[in-house]
Structure formats: C-alpha cells, structure tokens
C-alpha cells in the first residue's frame, strides 16, 4: 500500500503540553491558519476567525488563562522553560453566525493541529480557559466570542499512545511520561448492525 502521509500523522498527534523554546516561523503558522480556512464549513457560513499571539508580554497574559491536563492537575503545567511558544485563539465572529455549529470548530481547529504536525510542531487545543480574562485581555467587545485556544510549539514531551476498554484518564509514568488510553477500535466500530 502506498506511504500516507496525512494517515501517519493523525496517528502521531498527541496534545503536547510541554515545548522548547525554539522559534516557529509565523510562515508555518500561517499555513496551518490557511488549513482551518479550507475546512468544512455547515452551509459555509465561515464565522471562525483566528487570533495568533506570541509576543512575551501577551503569551504570559494568555498562559494564565489556561488550564491544563485536569485529570492529572497540577502536574502537567507547563513550567515556564517549556511554557507553549505561541497560541491561536479560537474566535467566532458573532456577525457571521449567531448560532455557531460547533462542527465547525472542531474541524477547523483539527486541520490546524494536523497542519502544524506536519511541520513538526505540537499543540494541544484548550476549552478549559477563562475567557472573560481573554477577553479583556484583547479587548474583544461583542463583535467575538471566544471558543477556545491552540497551545503550541516544538514539543518537548513525547506522550505515548495506550488502548484500554474501559480507562480514559491519561496518566504519568515515574519518568514523568504521559500515557494517553484510546478505546480499542472493535469497541467503535461497528459493521451493518450494532
Ligand atoms: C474540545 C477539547 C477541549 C480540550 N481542552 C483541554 C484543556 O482545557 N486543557 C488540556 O490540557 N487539554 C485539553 N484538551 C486535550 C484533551 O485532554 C486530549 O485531547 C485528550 O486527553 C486525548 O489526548 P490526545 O489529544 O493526545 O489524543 C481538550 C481537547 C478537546 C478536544
């Protein structure tokens, strides 16, 4: 069979929550921002919007906001010397759409990790944020909603990928590894009848 290469790296995608401090060029970020534009789109309104910050001062504020790795809290924060290189906000432009299908994002922001993976960046896409400090933080007003951010960079962590019927909480090994169970494909699929 031919060598796919967008079939290796939705395997390699793990979120990556630990990176090193090495520069990504803003050229990549820009393509993977062109994926998310290519997505599907419900009756393609396209009301997603993308906000890229990676300025020091900026990157701290957002850091802040951020909540990672809740089954296993504290212990997956990022320390600063391995904090996420840049982030993408997630944003809904409320004049586009006023109900957002939220299929839209999860697309879109799926092309942009898959994209960035392909450069060799790693990323991990974050909901359990604090918007209304975002959203001050950038001065959004009303025109955007935020959904959510992309955490990214280099990554400096390798978790690994386990499958398990029934755990579903990633867990740290004494070396400090994640471990991330995935259901076991003949749990999910099924074939002409349940
Ligand atoms: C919609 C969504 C929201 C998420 N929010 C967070 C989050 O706030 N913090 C975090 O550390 N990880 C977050 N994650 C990452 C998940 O924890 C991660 O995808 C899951 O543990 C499976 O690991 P994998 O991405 O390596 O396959 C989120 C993932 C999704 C899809």
Aim: with cysteine.
């Amino acid at each position: 069979m031919a060598d796919n290469k967008t079939h290796k790296i939705i395997l390699k995608r793990r979120s990556i929550r630990f990176f090193k401090q090495k520069e990504v060029p803003l050229k990549i970020i820009k393509k993977a921002l062109n994926c998310a534009r290519l997505a599907p789109s419900a009756a393609n309104l396209q009301f997603l919007e993308y906000l890229v910050v990676n300025g020091s001062t900026l990157k701290e504020k957002v850091f802040n906001c951020l909540r990672f790795a809740a089954y296993i809290a504290p212990k997956r924060n990022p320390p600063k010397k391995q904090a996420p290189y840049f982030y993408i906000i997630l944003l809904v432009n409320k004049e586009k759409s006023a109900a957002p299908n939220l299929r839209d994002i999860g697309a879109a922001a799926e092309n942009i990790m898959l994209s960035l993976l392909s450069f060799g960046i790693g990323s991990c896409w974050l909901q359990n944020i604090n918007k209304d400090s975002l959203n001050k933080t950038f001065d959004l007003g009303s025109k955007y909603e935020i959904d959510s951010v992309i955490a990214a960079g280099f990554p400096d962590e390798a978790p690994k990928l386990e499958t398990d019927s029934r755990n579903i909480k990633y867990w740290l090994d004494g070396k400090n590894r994640l471990h991330v169970p995935k259901r076991p494909l003949n749990d999910i699929w099924h074939y002409n009848k349940i």
